[in-house]
C-alpha cells in the first residue's frame, strides 16, 4: 500500500480537469474523462467537484462527482447520471494496487466534511478491473448490479462472430431486409462528419427514445434540455475527428433515419452508448438489428477487439456477444437518511437481480410496466 495518502477537495471543476492530462500514465472510465466531464458540467449540471488522493503533492486518484437530488435525499455520484456507465476512477498506474481499503474511506470522509449537505455517496455500474488494474474504489460497501454488460469478442474475424447464433438465419435476413429498404426507396449508412449533421441525427433519436419510453411506460432519461445539450455538444465536437472518440451512426431508408446509435472508442474497445429506432412502416424489417450488422462487420474490418453493447441484458445483444462483464455499485451513507437510502438501494438491486434472473418474472414485470404506462398516458 502507498503510505501517506491525504484527500482533498477540488471545488473548481475546469482547474481539476487540467489536472487529468498531467497525470502521466493514467487510466479512468469513459465517463470520467475531460470530454464527458466538462460537457456534464457546462450543459447538465453545474454542482460538480472532484475529490482526490494525493501522496505528498503528487495526485494518484481524482473522482469526477456531481451533487444531484432524490426526493429528499441529496447524492453525489458520477457525472452523468444513469448514462455514466462502466465506470473507473482517474487512477496513476504506479498506484494499482496501492490504495488501500482506509485511503478509500478517508476520502469518503473528506467529501462529506466538505459538502455537508450530501447525505450519500452513490456510485453506480463500476467495473471491477480496467486495463488490468483493480478498481479502489469498490473498498466502499458495495453490491452487484442487476446489469452487466455484453460484448462480443471480434478477433475471430465477422464470420466467427455470425457463427455464435445462427449464422446463415442472420445473412438471409439482413439481405430480405435489405430488398425491402430498396423497394420503399433505397437506403444508405451514415456517420455523422460535422456538429450540424450530429445534431440531426441526435434530435432524431431523441424523438424515437421519446415515443419508445411512453410507449412502454419507462421514464425518459434523456428529455431533459440539460441531458440533450450534453449529448449534442459530446458528439458534435468529437464527429469528424480522428482517431474516433464519440461517433453517430444512423440507417436512413427512403431520406429518413430510421435507426441511430451512438458508440465511444475507448481503450481501444467499441461501446455501443445509445439506440433507437423509427417505430413505423419499417419496423417489421428490423431497422436496429440491420445497423448493428452492418456496424459489426465494419468494426471487424476496422480491427476492433471488442464491440460492447453497453450495460443491460437483451435477447438482440445475446445474439452476437460472447462476453459478460458484472458491473458495481458503491456506496456510503453519511447522514441517517442517507444510510436509509443505501440500504433500501441495495434491497432495490437485490430484488432487481432476482427478477431479471427468473426469465417468466422478468417477462411479466416489462409487461405490467408497459401496460402502467398505457394507463398513464390515457
Known sequence: MIESLSPRILGDTSAALSLWDEMPDHVSGLPQSVAWVRNWHEHANADCFTAALYEAETPVLFLPLEVVKSGAIRLARFPGGTHANC???VLARRAAGGIGPSAVRALARAIHAARPDIDALLLPRQV????????????????????????????CGFDAVLERSNAKRKRK??????????????????????????TQM????????????????IADVFAD?????????LFGEAAGKKPASFELKALEVAGILRA?????YWLGDLTVEFGGIAEDDLVSASPGEFLFFEDIMQACRNGIAIYSFGIGDEPYKRDWCDLVEPLYDSMAGFT????AHVAAYRARNATAAAIKNNAQLWTAAKKLRGLLGGRHRS
Open 87 to 89: 465506470n473507473f476512477p
Open 128 to 155: 471491477g478491473r480496467l486495463d488490468g488494474i483493480t478498481n479502489p474504489l469498490l473498498h466502499l460497501d458495495k453490491t452487484l448490479n442487476p446489469n452487466p454488460v455484453l460484448s462480443a469478442s471480434l478477433s
Open 173 to 198: 435476413k439482413h439481405r430480405q431486409h435489405a430488398r425491402r429498404y430498396e423497394e420503399a426507396g433505397g437506403y444508405r449508412i451514415l456517420t455523422a462528419s460535422s456538429a450540424d449533421e450530429a
Open 202 to 217: 441526435l434530435d432524431r433519436f431523441f424523438a424515437m427514445k421519446a415515443e419508445r419510453f411512453a410507449r412502454t411506460g
Open 225 to 233: 434540455a440539460g441531458v440533450r445539450a450534453f449529448f449534442r455538444s
Open 260 to 264: 441511430v446509435i451512438g458508440k465511444s
Open 336 to 339: 441517517l437518511k442517507g444510510r
